[in-house]
């Protein structure tokens, strides 16, 4: 199958030539034609499998091939997404694919001045890649009209909701003509966004390319247990052992990403962090330079990260396992991306053991545990496996004493872990249980 037989026309045809596509993956293969045809759609695949494509390219077609000339502050397309790294990335794409078609693109986000952003739009745009928050602000300013919106793209869907976009999701949806094509990407689908996809799409065409949240194959996932406090020195002998070049690193929170770009840089090795905190232009920068390769190790947080698209990546390091499963998913997708192999390591200490056991169940395996000399933990992080049960072992019966005594309590025969720890968190809950367009206020901007 070619690009040529999907039925794309002779512009895009030379785009993807000049990008070195040769074969449409598995999701290009069937959305192109559904979108083309103008389907509604609900897509689930592996991040890394060129979604972006998937709906861009038939997008652009339908764009230059159909529909009226763009008026002044309409948009004919609209992609959102849920952070402004992703806002980018996807709009490069778009360009990139665009390149020999005259349509005007653009991509607006929070974290910046709005103004240019309002001036740019004045002459319309065809395809806007847009934040929810931003695209809203733009909207009730005026500078947006939706009568002449024919396709709204929802990329990364769940990771909106789990953002609490739902309530902007909602405004947006009420502001959009009733009559459009519809199509709606998630690399993980939850009931949530089941629910959502059952209010927004019309007779949609389900495409699922790989098994329900199931990581990418071609990545190979292990992991290391260690004691919480050990993480960084470990880090850093993995980094050494490993002679790591090119590493993206996942910490839980901002603190986190600072605390270990400091560790870092204070051994002299070459770190950046990323993270909600620090401002857009110096999120754009490291990210840049990491892709250049003059940043050897990136640290973030799940939010910035998100859905960053860095070439040949070969590894990927869980620093913190993620509070959400599904997060796990879109970790290990940053690297092992269009075919190519790659590695992603997990440091686990023992209270993060029912974050390790979720991660497990929702991917449907038992992660290979690799002890590394000098770092086995003093807490025992518990065995688990893909059915999400902590394997509890018997604790030891303490021998009796010698005297006789048996003052002191006795564990003889109760089913406690020597070493278990209380968890961080109190239980790992799916993302969230609220109804799509009703739900609280937002929990936190990308
Ligand atoms: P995505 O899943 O859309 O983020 O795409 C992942 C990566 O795969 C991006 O770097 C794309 O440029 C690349 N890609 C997408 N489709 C193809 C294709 N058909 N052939 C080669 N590379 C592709």
């Given amino acids: 199958m070619t690009f040529a037989t999907l039925g794309l026309i002779e512009p895009l045809l030379r785009s993807l030539e000049k990008l070195g596509y040769q074969t449409p993956t598995p999701v290009q293969a069937q959305a192109v034609p559904a979108v083309l045809a103008g389907r509604d759609l609900m897509a689930a ?15 652009l077609q339908l764009l230059a091939m159909e529909g009226p000339k763009v008026t002044a502050n309409s948009v004919r397309a609209l992609i959102l997404v849920p952070t402004r790294e992703l806002a980018e990335q996807v709009h490069e794409a778009v360009r990139q694919y665009a390149e020999n078609l005259p349509l005007r693109t653009y991509a607006v986000y929070g974290g910046v001045s709005i103004n240019p952003q309002m001036m740019k739009l004045r002459s319309g745009v065809d395809l806007l890649v847009a934040t929810p928050g931003r695209l809203l602000d733009l909207f009730r300013q005026n500078a947006l009209k939706f009568n002449q919106l024919q396709t709204l793209v929802l990329d990364e869907a769940d990771r909106m909701l789990d953002l609490g976009f ?46 329900r949240n199931v990581a990418a194959n071609t990545v190979k996932q292990w992991i290391v247990t260690v004691d919480k406090k050990r993480k960084p020195e470990l880090f850093v002998h ?11 690193v996942f910490a839980k929170t901002r603190n986190g990403v ?13 770190a950046d962090g990323i993270h909600g905190d620090k401002p857009q232009a110096t999120r754009q920068r ?5 892709k250049a390769s003059e940043v050897q190790i990136l640290v973030a947080t799940d939010v910035a990260a998100r859905g960053l698209d860095i070439e040949d990546l070969p590894l990927v390091v869980n620093f913190d396992l993620p509070i959400v499963a599904e997060d796990y998913i879109h970790r290990i997708g940053r690297t092992g991306r269009a075919g190519s192999t790659g590695e992603a390591i997990s440091l686990v200490c ?10 497990e169940m929702l991917t449907r395996q038992t992660l290979k545990r690799q002890n590394e000399p000098d770092f086995e933990p003093e807490h025992r992080v ?15 019966p303490k021998k009796p004493k010698a005297s006789g005594g048996g003052g002191g309590k006795r564990n003889l025969g109760k089913w406690v872990d020597s070493g278990e720890v209380a968890p961080a968190e109190p239980s790992i809950k799916p993302v969230r249980k609220v109804p799509v367009f009703n739900t609280g206020p937002r929990k936190r901007k990308p």
């Fill in 166 to 211: 739902s309530e902007e999701l909602a405004n947006i949806y009420k502001a959009l003509p009733k009559k459009r094509q519809t199509l709606l990407f998630s690399a993980t689908f939850s009931d949530d966004i089941r629910l959502l996809a059952g209010q927004m799409l019309n007779d949609p065409l389900s495409i699922e390319v790989s098994p």
């Fill in 350 to 359: 023992a209270d993060e053991v029912n974050l390790l056991s979720a991660i």
């Fill in 238 to 248: 993995l980094m050494r052992k490993g002679k790591w070049k090119q590493v993206l």
């Fill in 45 to 59: 695949a592996q991040t890394g499998t060129g979604k972006t494509a998937g709906f861009a390219l038939p997008l």
């Fill in 258 to 270: 600072d605390a270990l770009v400091e560790k870092l840089q204070g051994l002299g090795i070459n």
């Fill in 286 to 290: 490291a990210l840049d330079r990491f």
């Fill in 382 to 396: 518990p065995d688990t496996d893909a059915s999400g049960q902590v394997i509890k072992k018997p604790k030891k």
